[in-house]
């Protein structure tokens, strides 16, 4: 079985910071890409940033500029610096990863349970 933990989540003023980490932890084979979803309250979970096992990242159009992720420095890790955070990117921020679990097993979808991340003056 494979877990994802989220850290990092809060309460930040606009413009402020935050830096959420993830760690993938189970039966892992390999990770072929690592990212970030966020569900603001009445809306649909969105895509907020991934990155694939070969460096390729992509982001919402509504962070760039203002988000990055990166892979960790343990394995099966992966971080997101959120700058000049604005009233907007309030919303739960849940960790995704496609995984292996092992030889001869295809690929899944694995989910956090989510961070709050909360800005607001």
């Known amino acids: 079985q494979v877990q994802l933990l989220e850290s990092g989540g809060g309460l930040v003023q606009p413009g402020g910071s935050l830096r959420l980490s993830c760690a993938a932890s189970?039966?892992?084979?390999?990770?072929?890409?690592m990212g970030w979803y966020r569900q603001a309250p009445g809306k649909q979970r969105e895509l907020v940033a991934v990155i694939t096992s070969g460096g390729n990242t992509n982001y919402a159009d509504s962070v760039k500029g203002r988000f990055t992720i990166a892979r960790g420095n343990a394995k099966n890790t992966v971080n997101l610096q959120m700058n000049s955070l604005k009233p907007e990117d309030t919303a739960v921020y849940y960790c995704n990863a496609n995984i292996n679990p092992g030889p001869l097993v295809k690929n899944y979808v694995y989910w956090g349970q989510g961070t709050q991340v909360t800005v607001s003056s």
């Open positions: 189970g039966s892992i084979s390999s990770t072929n890409a």
